[in-house]
């Protein structure tokens, strides 16, 4: 049987503390003493120090960073190794010498764009496996969210045929004969399988064709959307508020080592608990008025103005009541005050900004095609979607949630290519 077949996990070397083990792994940090090498071993469950005869291994003294080894020996609690147990190495079992590895601690230091040109080798550091266990967990806590309380997942297309969002944001593809774009949002697949399933979520990915070179913005990212059949604007905020807390929650008891590892500070996060504040547009605008922003009523609020808002606040807040011109043509206009949509957003607290975008549709075909038109849209280009309001329509309601964004702020990350295996922005498409 090949060596490695019988290592266990560090993770369990450790939970034990003591006995004959064989272990497989990278070697994460390396010293040569003058009797002995120690050498930090990593796999996917934790590190565990290696204590080498240096007599013995001697052919191992210029084992390059990210080596591969499997080594048996005997496990001894050791209060200053990490995780307070080490292996006293008896044999080493197999080894696949990598060459000199190209990061060093002056790039980590750094935190270059060479960072992102090596990305493929980065996402072995501990820092990247930290956040996308973390990353694991939040999309899992979206799902059990969802079908917890009777949502059916489906699987809405990616190519398209009319934009959502705005036809300035999208991606045209050759698609044999004609020309398609890469989806922006899964809404309108979904707002038609409502009248099937009545309650359906999607995680998949989006994609908008932005030139942003936001810390917020990838070109690339992963939406969790959800429409719901006989529901308005307050049932999509009760059910945005239910998915960040939960996942929240799922978090904070699933992931502390890995939050302590990036040295996030969890009291943002243990406060993240419904109902979130709400504040309407026109208070924002108030806020931002007294902060010294110049900003009137119907301009729309930004990503410095969502930051500045969101400061002022210990957990989300939900933002509610947009006027008609700053949000999309399919949202309903409050019929007690029609300048305004019955839409909302959730910021997130400490300048992190939105995370989702939602609220009631529009349901009747009349009102619909009336909208279309008033936004220069023409109403052909969306025969099915207003096709889905002549045969039994009902009112509805739904949101977009930005789950790399939601990652950031979870993990305390400066930009949101920091939560991406490999993030695809206005500059990069590779690795």
């Given amino acids: 049987m090949e060596p490695y077949k019988v290592a266990i996990p560090i993770q369990e070397a450790l939970r034990r503390g003591e006995g004959k083990v064989t272990l497989r792994g990278w070697v994460h940090r390396k010293r040569v003493l003058k009797e002995k090498i120690f050498i930090l071993l990593r796999d996917s469950t934790g590190v565990i120090q290696l204590v080498l005869p240096r007599d013995k291994f001697k052919d191992l003294e210029d084992l390059n960073l990210e080596s591969a080894l499997v080594v048996t020996g005997a496990l001894v609690k050791e209060p200053r190794a990490p995780g307070g147990v080490e292996m006293h190495v008896a044999s080493v079992d197999w080894v696949y010498r990598g060459e000199p590895y190209p990061i060093n601690e002056d790039a980590v230091v750094a935190d270059s764009e060479y960072l992102l040109d090596v990305r493929h080798l980065w996402i072995r ?198 006027p008609e011109k700053v949000k999309a043509f399919y949202h309903r206009n409050n019929p007690r005050r029609p300048e305004v949509t019955l839409s909302f957003d959730v910021l997130l607290p400490e300048g992190y900004g939105e995370v989702i975008g939602g609220g009631e549709r529009i349901y009747q075909a009349e009102e619909l095609i009336e909208k279309i ?40 990350a400066d930009h949101i290519r920091d939560v991406v295996p490999f993030p695809r922005d206005v500059r990069r498409t590779a690795p």
């Fill in 373 to 412: 038109k008033r936004f220069g849209l023409n109403p052909q280009d969306y025969w099915w979607y207003i096709d889905l309001r002549r045969y039994g329509s009902v009112p509805h309601s739904g949101f977009g949630l930005g789950v790399d964004r939601l990652t950031m702020w979870i993990v305390g």
């Fill in 125 to 322: 550091s501990r820092k990247m496996q930290a956040v996308l266990k973390i990353r694991h967990t939040v999309f899992g806590a979206i799902h059990e969210y969802f079908r917890k309380n009777g949502f059916y997942e489906v699987h809405p297309p990616m190519f398209i045929t009319a934009a959502v969002e705005g036809g300035a944001t999208l991606f045209k593809v050759q698609y044999f004969d004609k020309i398609v774009y890469l989806t922006q949002s899964s809404q309108f697949y979904l707002e038609a399988l409502i009248y099937g399933l009545e309650k359906v979520y999607t995680i998949a990915p989006s994609f908008r064709a932005e030139p942003s070179r936001t810390r917020r913005h990838l070109t690339e990212f992963w939406h969790a959307e959800m429409e719901i059949a006989w529901a308005g604007m307050e049932d999509a905020v009760l059910v945005g508020e239910g998915v960040i807390s939960h996942v929240v929650e799922k978090v904070l008891d699933e992931r502390q080592e890995e939050l302590r590892l990036l040295g996030r500070r969890i009291e943002p996060l243990e406060k993240a608990k419904p109902p979130f504040y709400r504040v309407s547009y026109d208070e924002a605008v108030d806020i931002l008025q007294k902060k010294g922003f110049e900003i009137g009523w119907g301009d729309d609020i930004g990503a410095d103005e969502e930051r500045a808002i969101s400061q002022d606040f210990d957990k989300p807040i939900v933002l509610y009541g947009f």
